[in-house]
């Protein structure tokens, strides 16, 4: 819906390659998605069926079938890849891939650690049938990646085939790039944000706190994900302008 306000950031148009909103979908029901939906479609541009969720969720393919309706892209997490490949199921992996026509993955090594190479070997051949998203970091807390080492990862991850890279908060946001109490590392932050390209890294950001940091930090189109369903608008709100914490973001200075 357009608006008659000025002064409001530009946003692309779907679909678009920046400034894109990733939804974390932890076990919603087919009515709880259709809600969803109805609202948020247009501010919303991925949905990642959370964790090993689409194993057990009655309806899958209807729930999925809802998303692409809406002009969004439905893809499992990358626990249940994670949860296949240590099974050596891999095959059986793109299988239920193709079976439920999802055109996008999630690679990633957050829970089951494995060899760099082995990771950039799954990137590419997935990347020869469909779009791919690498997660960098782990899920651990008593793992710990050096700056450095998350930019080597997500620079050899693109060149591997990945669309994006993610970096990794999990749902709670007190992980990856985040310290125990959800403030951003500054450190490995900066790190990325000076070595590899924005337009091309999706940062987990499950708190509005996060969420205002790097709009206010990186703007309006900063690519953002694991974003609750139920806060789709709110996280429009402040990539607009229209919330409290970007009130004056984008406003000119000589009207304030």
């Known amino acids: 819906m357009k608006s008659a306000l000025t002064f409001l950031p530009e946003r692309p148009a779907k679909p678009r390659k920046t ?113 791919v998203l690498s997660e960098v970091g782990s899920k651990k807390k008593d793992v710990v990646y050096s700056p450095l080492q998350w930019v080597d990862m997500m620079k050899s991850e693109l060149e591997a085939g990945a669309f994006k890279v993610i970096a990794e908060a999990r749902e709670s946001g007190t992980v990856g790039i985040y310290n125990d109490d959800g403030s951003v590392n500054s450190n490995i932050i900066d790190a990325i944000s000076h070595q590899v390209s924005l337009d091309n890294v999706l940062w987990e950001a499950p708190l509005k706190a996060q969420q205002v940091w790097f709009i206010k930090n990186f703007g309006a189109n900063v690519n953002l994900g694991n974003i609750a369903p139920n806060e789709i608008l709110s996280l429009e709100t402040l990539r607009l302008g229209l919330r409290g914490d970007t009130f004056f973001q984008f406003l000119p200075k000589d009207i304030l």
Not at 110 to 121: I, Q, T
């Open 19 to 131: 400034g894109l909103t990733m939804v974390m979908d932890k076990g919603m029901s087919v009515r709880e998605a259709e809600d969803f939906v109805s609202v948020g479609s247009e501010c919303a541009d991925f949905v990642k069926l959370g964790f090993g969720t689409s194993v057990i969720t009655p309806a899958l393919d209807r729930k999925i079938a809802v998303y692409k309706n809406a002009g969004l892209i439905p893809y499992f997490g990358g626990t249940l890849f994670e949860a296949y490949v240590v099974r050596n199921m891999f095959d059986s992996y793109r299988e239920l891939v193709n079976r439920y026509g999802i055109t996008m993955v999630e690679v990633s090594d957050g829970s089951y650690e494995f060899e760099h190479s082995r990771k950039l070997e799954y990137i590419s051949r997935l990347a020869e049938t469909v779009t």
